[in-house]
């Protein structure tokens, strides 16, 4: 007979480990989410026009993305501490960096390259991963949900409370505010990675030699007609989630109402993404995982027509924040799970890193064309058909998938 401790996690160390890795990521998320909050007192402080704040922001995005494979595999090799204390130093830099940025080439160091690459270090692949290799497949998708509302927490937390910073004591006080809230992410990294040095809470296997390393899997994930399309998805929704996040403030500020509904509208939809996590997560255990990102992607765009065809009252925006919100990064656990059950979770932080990657690609185009829009148009109106139509893209993309595990098994260690 197994004992417990080799075969599941206890219900305290299970609970313990999520809400950790929640925690970091309620402060990266939390301080990702908000960078659009700083976009007019830039302007206001520059004489940097849209399409250059929007641009660096682009790039913030697209790096975010490009690093995550890339800081996944180094936790998945050689251990997550590391990499997590970087990332909180990275982001605090970036926001430092921010209060110099008085040209495009500063603002894209310290919001395009610094501060994503920390917020990389400390996100969804790396923290999941952590989480995920400890325990038993069937918790996967309900963890991930826990996990990803964490990020949601952090917006709805974060939004405001930046919104009011910045109001009281002006941006510099709100990046320094955030500088402090990444380097604060460093203690409950130790203790979280201090649990995953544990033994392993799954019997200890090695592996058997016709068990892919490292190269070989992402080899074959990139084979894998299934893997693709879940990029491909994933992609759309990254362009959704930048676009908003970045450019929601300018749609408010085009309607006449004042920036405390942006920052409502933001937290709005970081509260409401809690459930919307959660719930996916549970969903994820019941029902195939593709429906659910069809089902997610199709019902964005039915809320986008319906706040279009709205009359954009400062009640519409709460409305359609708290319904956008709901689908918001409720993508994050069935995009997860369907990486794990395809290729298992020794390499998850990796392979489900590539796929942020893919979502970042999307993103970039989302923050930047925004930005020309409203430096061109003075309208974010065909950015918004843009978006619908992804949505649907995204919905039908994803109905192909075949869950099936790919993964090659692990041979037990024999003594």
């Known amino acids: 007979m197994k004992s417990r401790s080799l075969s599941q996690p206890t219900s305290t160390g299970l609970w313990s480990l999520i809400a950790l890795a929640s925690l970091i990521l309620m402060i990266t998320m939390g301080i990702r989410q908000t960078v659009g ?58 926001q430092i960096g921010t209060l110099w940025a008085s040209s495009f080439l500063p603002l894209t160091l310290a919001q395009g390259l610094l501060s994503p690459a920390g917020a990389a270090a400390g996100s969804f692949s790396v923290l999941i991963g952590i989480v995920a290799s400890r325990l038993p497949s069937d918790k996967g998708s309900v963890a991930s949900g826990m996990i990803n509302a964490g990020g949601s927490l952090g917006q709805f937390i974060f939004a405001p409370l930046i919104q009011l910073i910045v109001s009281l004591r002006g941006a510099a006080s709100g990046l320094l505010f955030l500088a402090f809230a990444a380097l604060s992410t460093i203690i409950p990294s130790w203790f979280l990675c201090r649990k995953n040095a544990q033994p392993a809470v799954k019997p200890v296997l090695t592996a058997a030699a016709d068990e892919p390393g490292l190269k070989q899997q992402i080899r074959l994930a990139f084979r894998n007609p299934s893997y693709l399309l879940l990029h491909a998805g994933f992609l759309t929704c990254g362009f959704h989630v930048a676009f908003l996040t970045t450019h929601l403030p ?64 400062e009640l519409a925006f709460y409305i359609f924040a708290c319904a956008i919100g709901l689908t918001w990064l409720a993508t994050v656990p069935p995009t997860a799970g369907i990486v794990g059950k395809l290729f298992g979770t020794r390499y998850l932080a990796t392979l489900f890193g590539f796929t942020l990657f893919s979502h970042q690609i999307g993103a970039f185009f989302g923050a930047w064309l925004g930005g020309v829009a409203m430096q061109y148009e003075g309208s974010l109106d065909w950015v918004w058909y843009a978006d619908i139509a992804l949505a649907i893209i995204a919905a039908l993309i994803n109905l192909p998938i075949k869950e099936k595990n790919t993964a090659q098994p692990l041979t037990p260690r024999t003594t």
Not at 37 to 64: K, R
Not at 274 to 296: E, Q
């Open 37 to 94: 909050l700083f976009i007019h007192p830039i302007l206001h402080s520059t004489t940097m026009s849209i399409a250059e704040v929007s641009m660096a922001l682009a790039i913030g995005q697209l790096m975010w993305g490009a690093f995550q494979p890339l800081f996944g595999a180094w936790a998945d090799k050689r251990g997550a501490f590391n990499v997590l204390v970087l990332g909180a130093v990275l982001i605090a830099l970036g």
């Open 250 to 313: 300018s749609e408010v500020n085009l309607c006449g109402h004042d920036a405390s509904v942006s920052a409502v509208s933001l937290s709005l939809i970081g509260l409401f993404n809690i459930a919307g996590s959660i719930i996916a997560g549970i969903l994820g255990k019941r029902y195939p995982m593709k429906y659910i990102l069809a089902w997610l992607y199709a019902s964005r765009a039915v809320l986008i027509i319906a706040f279009l065809l709205s009359s954009k009252s």
